[in-house]
């Protein structure tokens, strides 16, 4: 079976500041994608970053990066210069090859302070 | 281009009442995925479509849930009768049927049973 975790149920971190937000899972495919979604008080799932398996290069969205280690299967997201609209819960999530459902770990809540 | 729409965005309803919720999918994309949220449970997926016909419904909690695609366009998720447990919030996400496409979700709806 996949899995996802997220150990750290709550971050936060001074506005301008840097955060690292941890994401390990467990699959025993091959091929699979990965992906960063936010979703701040409004409830919206909104796509943050997505990384396929297969690409070496660490994806990167403007201030928002990932760190992907294939072999431990861990997928941080950095995010640089944190701002205040950055607060919100974010999630982690594993889509294999075949089907394509997204399997989501727990959650981190960050907070920005200002 | 609209997003993934939903309906409605909150309902409040006595168990044992039939409830059903509506999902429009962005134009052009033939995947559609329902996801439950809870506190309890995280996000996990109920069932998905690929070009209206149901792949995995594995997620649908019991025989009191059903999910439809009448069109392309457009799916339906019911719950008769409904129960309290039934409490959650309930989204809907589209994508393109490729392996690794971003899902892109709808807005919620919060559903409270009494």
């Known amino acids: 079976a996949q899995t996802v975790t997220q150990s750290q149920p709550e971050m936060s971190v001074q506005e301008a500041e840097t955060v690292t937000l941890s994401c390990t899972y467990d699959t025993s495919e091959s091929d699979y994608y990965l992906f960063w979604y936010k979703q701040p008080p409004s409830r919206q799932m909104i796509l943050v970053i997505r990384q396929e398996a297969y690409k070496q290069q660490n994806a990167t969205e403007n201030r928002f990066s990932v760190n992907f280690q294939k072999a431990a299967k861990s997928f941080s997201l950095k995010i640089s210069d944190s701002q205040l609209g950055d607060a919100a819960m974010y999630f982690c999530?594993?889509?294999?090859?075949?089907?394509?459902?997204?399997?989501f770990g727990q959650g981190t809540e960050l907070s920005v302070k200002p | 281009d609209a997003g993934v729409i939903q309906s409605p965005r909150h309902e409040v309803t006595e168990m044992g009442q039939e409830v059903t919720l509506r999902c429009k999918l962005i134009?052009?994309?033939?995947?559609l995925f329902w996801y439950r949220q809870t506190m309890m449970r995280g996000l996990e997926l109920l069932i998905y479509f690929n070009n209206n016909v149901p792949i995995d419904d594995s997620g649908m909690p019991e025989d009191r849930f059903s999910a439809k695609m009448p069109n392309a366009s457009f799916s339906t998720l019911k719950i008769q009768p409904s129960e309290p447990r039934d409490s959650a919030v309930y989204f809907c996400a589209s994508s393109l049927k490729r392996k690794g496409e971003t899902q892109y979700f709808g807005p919620g709806t919060r559903l409270l049973v009494l």
């Open positions: 134009s052009g994309h033939n995947s």
């Open positions: 999530a594993l889509s294999l090859n075949q089907g394509g459902k997204l399997i």
